[in-house]
């Protein structure tokens, strides 16, 4: 039997992207359909419910996406909403790729620190979807996350996202001048950089300052870089005594991962693949 994935795009074009890596991750075939709201839903998922027997509804799956997360997130409500067993179907939510992002990187830190319990992580414009799920996730790890962002009415309303999202309590703070950074990064281990393209957010004098820092992850990959001295393909080399990655560094695992999360969607017809989830696939992947 083939296996059918129903692409649901919030963008006015359906990803072509992700169509790529989702043939590479198993899919016979791909029903695109962009522009959708959450309206459009129920009626797409019935679709994929209600055309095959229970045992063989693993052979279809939705995938979630657009360039909008929040968008995304009520795309996947709605999507689980329309189902009931025995008649599900498994669905995956990674709009502009921000779940597989995020989790690439926390488990690419995971891997240079291990134990993240209390450590301070620091998480530069923190406020978008990647920022907002990795700080999740290594709060989930135990760490004392603080996320920055140049507005604090911006930085408070991702912290409270963040709380209830993930159950836990992370800080933010806000970063409107390079002078700000040595008190925000004091007593930082591990730096995130989610900033925005071709935007240096921190100098290498400036992390190399921080003696207690253990990690870097830059997640720009258009010059200048976000956390400059890190290279674009590094990929856990050491930078002046800290683990560096950059953007292709951790984006060659989260490719990986993504062909991977398509590829489980198949195996049972049950699964909702949101951040924990994908977190949970990656962390097998890496042992």
Known sequence: MRN???QLDSSRQASVFDQVVAYDGGADEIMSYGGVTPEDVRDLV???MFTRGPRDLRHTAVWIGGNNMSQGEQLLAMAVDAMFPPLTVSVMLDSNGSNTTAVAAVVKIEQAVGDLKGRKVVILAGTGPVGQRAAGLLARDG??????SRKPEQGEKARQFIS??????????????PSQLAQVLDGAEVLLNSGPAGVQMVSRAA???VKT???AVDLNAVPPLGIEGIGVDDAGEQRGGVTAYGAFGVGNFKTKLHKRCVARL??????VLDAEAIADIAREMAR
């Open 4 to 6: 059918l994935l129903l």
């Open 46 to 48: 019935h679709g994929c």
């Open 143 to 148: 760490a004392n996350v603080t996320i920055t």
């Open 164 to 177: 209830a999202r993930f159950n836990v309590q992370v800080e933010a703070t806000t970063l409107s001048d």
């Open 207 to 209: 992390w190399g300052a």
């Open 213 to 215: 820092l253990k990690v």
């Open 266 to 271: 198949f195996e049972r017809n049950d699964q």
